[in-house]
C-alpha cells in the first residue's frame, strides 16, 4: 500500500492547516496511526496519534489543545486540524500507520510512513 500526505504549505503565525493522509490499503481501519513531525536538525516526533476506532487519541503537551487528529475509515484518510500554529510548529509532517500502538505516540512504534508534506509558519 502507499501512503500518501498532502495539505503542506506555508502560513502566517496564527493561522490553520488541515493536513489529509490517504492510504491505498484495503485494511486502513485496522491500523493506528500517528502524525509526527521533523524540524531540521531535530529527531522525528510523535505529535498525535489515534486508535483503530478513533475513540482513543494522544497529543503531545506541545500541541495540546490546537491540533485535533480524526479518521475516516470509509474513505481510508486521516486527518491533522492545526490551528493557533506558531513558528515552532515549521517541520515536515509524516504520517504513519501501526498495528501495535501504545501510549505514547512513538515514531518507533510505526512500521509504514509516508514522504512527507513541509509546513512552514511565519512570525
Known amino acids: 500500500g502507499q501512503v500518501v500526505e498532502s495539505g503542506g504549505g506555508s502560513v502566517q503565525a496564527g493561522g490553520s492547516r488541515r493536513l489529509p493522509c490517504t492510504a491505498s490499503?484495503?485494511?486502513?481501519?485496522?491500523?493506528?496511526w500517528g502524525w509526527f513531525r521533523q524540524a531540521p536538525g531535530k529527531g522525528r516526533e510523535g505529535a498525535s496519534c489515534?486508535?483503530?476506532?478513533?475513540?482513543?487519541?494522544y497529543y503531545d503537551d506541545s500541541v495540546k489543545g490546537r491540533f485535533t487528529i480524526s479518521r475516516d475509515n470509509a474513505k481510508n484518510t486521516l486527518y491533522l486540524q492545526m490551528d493557533s500554529l506558531k513558528p515552532e510548529d515549521t517541520a515536515m509532517y509524516y504520517c504513519?500507520?501501526?498495528?501495535?500502538?501504545?501510549?505514547?505516540?512513538?515514531?518507533?512504534?510505526?512500521?509504514?510512513w509516508g514522504q512527507g508534506t513541509q509546513v512552514t509558519v511565519s512570525s
Open positions: 504513519a500507520a501501526t498495528t501495535a500502538w501504545g501510549f505514547p505516540c512513538r515514531a518507533v512504534q510505526f512500521k509504514y
Open positions: 489515534i486508535s483503530r476506532s478513533g475513540a482513543i487519541t
Open positions: 490499503v484495503s485494511t486502513f481501519s485496522e491500523y493506528s
